[in-house]
């Protein structure tokens, strides 16, 4: 079994940053894909940004320039690193792990067969 334990999030002013991680149990998290998505209020969940197992790196528009996807395989964890953070970022960020059993666009959540306990963000104006 597969668990994704996250840590970082909080509170911050706008324009400020803030880095998430997301530590994994699983054997084989190197040939995992990882990704990172969020929920808003009253919104559906949103992909945010997603790595390959060999490091490839893919964004949501929204976030593109201004997050940072990273992953450390001697630690088993993932990264998502955001600057320049803005009010419509405030959102429970998840990570999630593609271990390849399923399928599906790599930004879609079902592609994800294991989730993070989900994290709040927070940013203020």
């Known amino acids: 079994q597969v668990q994704l334990v996250q840590s970082g999030g909080g509170l911050v002013q706008a324009g400020g940053s803030l880095r998430l991680s997301c530590t994994c149990s699983?054997?084989?998290?190197?040939?995992?894909?990882m990704g990172w998505f969020r929920q808003a209020p009253g919104k559906e969940r949103e992909f945010v940004a997603r790595?390959?197992?060999?490091?490839?790196?893919d964004y949501a528009e929204s976030v593109k320039g201004r997050s940072t996807i990273s992953r450390d395989n001697a630690k088993n964890t993932v990264y998502l690193q955001m600057n320049s953070l803005k009010p419509d970022d405030t959102a429970v960020y998840y990570c999630?792990?593609?271990?390849?059993?399923?399928?599906?666009?790599?930004?879609?959540?079902?592609?994800?067969?294991?989730w993070g306990q989900g994290t709040q963000v927070t940013v203020s104006s």
């Open positions: 999630a792990a593609d271990t390849g059993k399923n399928s599906g666009a790599s930004s879609s959540s079902s592609r994800y067969d294991y």
């Open positions: 699983g054997r084989t998290f190197s040939t995992y894909g």
């Open positions: 790595i390959w197992s060999l490091g490839a790196t």
